[in-house]
């Protein structure tokens, strides 16, 4: 590869950025490229990044899923009231993937049957599966103490932690899902111009559904590394967390618009925001400020793919 | 002059959108090897008949007969299937994707799911140097290339999925003289090879003398369907403005 195509692959500068800040850190902390904190900082990315993931693929069809912190938590309530009523624990975490990937179908339906627009359709699915997760539960959190999930959010595998794997495998799928297959031709597609992509025989309404389920199911996977950390399933968990998601994309450079980018560097987005909060915690600097800089980080993370693609 | 069985003949095709009736009674057929001019003020519903055809519209009444036969078009995969290809002027390609990706959207070559890129880029290569299209690089997004060599790609693509029914749609409306010349050309190539082809155009210069027919509507109605050189342009311009066909070539042709 030359050093022209080197520049403009967007992996590269997000890329450099995410080292940067880890060389700016461990000058900044001694403690911050030791062991223990590299595994925490793993731990602590692994939601976050599983639910990017998905993000990413809704995102460059040209959609938004606003519901994946609701149906991760609708999918642990599941985990957890199964493993309660002493199902198999198996048998729960795959209830569990069932449960997440059918809440997405739904979105997809919505959507596609319906016509309502992403947006609106998964806003109502943030307030459905919350709602249900409480519903089911009565708002209480059951604890999960089965051998499975503990191994899941505590073991460790050739060193390295259980959580790690599933971001890894995640996101190895999904690439070659997006890069390698016709589905996620289709995906780009459609988020490039949707109307094309229909008069040229793409069946539209059709990936679309499959596109929201994979990220529905993305959320139960973050909902089963979840449970496993947490040793319980409370259904106020993950509030909030698909903005995080949605800014790991965006800072990763993944094109609002739809149609453009690389589900991988919604990984080093979300490595990102997670080295900001990690390093601010290390250096003893107020949580206060971490929100403030992430919101600074998102608009400048845009802004500079702005001026990158003005001078295409 | 003894003339072939028509390759599409769309009978009594009506459209209305709620109120609005685009379209009504409206024939249309094409022949192979020839360019039927497909002419009408803003309005007439001449993009809406041709959507009928390439299945992106349905038709409310009518029916459409393809090498005589009555063919049920339901979406643009059935139209394909009849070797109906579409050239349509705004929506022909997604400007994020590369000249292979576009020309084979929506039938790409794979495996179990898994797209044959290299098998798409050759073929690609192979398909436009045929038509003598030269373009660059086959990985560069189409975005930015010129209108004429989309138009190009637009145009391979019917081509190298081996269309018998052409429908371009303001084809050069967007083009440059010498890009028109180059798409005009192309055209006159594949009614050589005995393609039958739409020409939606407003310039009646250039209708006048590349399509062989043409058929006039005016409000969603047929106003007169003829051989081009039946009338002058000036004729052919007053029938689009009023709608009502010239006394003197009727008069003629009987
Ligand atoms: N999807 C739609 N919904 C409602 N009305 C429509 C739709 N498509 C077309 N029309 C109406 O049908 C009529 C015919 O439109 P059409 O696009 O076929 O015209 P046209 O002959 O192609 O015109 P132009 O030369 O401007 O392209 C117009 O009055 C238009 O407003
Ligand atoms: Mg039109």
Known sequence: MNLTKLKSNPIVWILMVAVLMAVVLSFLSPFFMTVGNMTNLSKQVSIVAILAAGQAVVIISGGIDLSVGSVLAFSAVIIGTLIKMDVDPTLALVAGLVAGTFAGWINGMVITRAKIPPFIATLGMLGIARGMALVITGGVSHPVLSPLFLFIGNSKFLGLPIPLYFVLVTFLVVGIMMHKT????????????????????????????????????????????????????PPSVAQAIELQAIAAVIIGGVSFVGGRGLVITALIGALIMAMITNGLNILGISSFYQQVLIGVVIIVAVWLDNLKSSNR | MAKPDPLVEMRHISRNFGGLQALSNANLEVYPGEVLGLLGHNGAGKSTLIKILAGAETASEGAIFINGHEAHINGPNDARAYGIETIYQ???????????????????????????????????????????????????????????????????????????????????????????????????????????????????HEVYNFTDRITILHGGENVVTAPTKDFTEDEIVSMIISGRPVERAANEEA
Not at chain 1, 203 to 228: E, N
């Open chain 1, 182 to 233: 016709v589905f996620g031709r289709h995906v780009y597609a459609i988020g490039g111009n949707e109307r094309v992509a229909r008069l040229q025989g793409i069946p539209v309404d059709r990936q679309k559904v499959k596109i929201y389920a994979l990220s529905g199911f993305l959320a139960a996977v973050a909902a089963v590394v979840m449970t496993g950390r947490l040793a319980a399933t």
């Open chain 2, 90 to 204: 705004e929506l022909a390609l997604c400007g994020n994707l590369d000249a292979p990706a576009n020309l084979y959207m929506g039938r790409e070559i794979s495996n179990w799911g898994f797209l044959n890129k290299k098998a798409m880029k050759e073929e690609t290569a192979k398909a436009l140097s045929r038509l003598n299209i030269r373009i660059k690089s086959l990985d560069t997004e189409v975005e930015t290339m010129s209108g004429g060599q989309r138009q190009a790609i637009s145009i391979g693509r019917a081509v190298h999925f081996n269309a018998k029914i052409l429908i371009m749609d303001e084809p050069t409306a967007a083009l440059g003289m010498e890009e028109s010349k180059m798409v005009m050309d192309l055209t006159v190539e594949l009614k050589k090879q005995g393609i039958g082809i739409i020409w939606i155009s407003h310039d009646i």
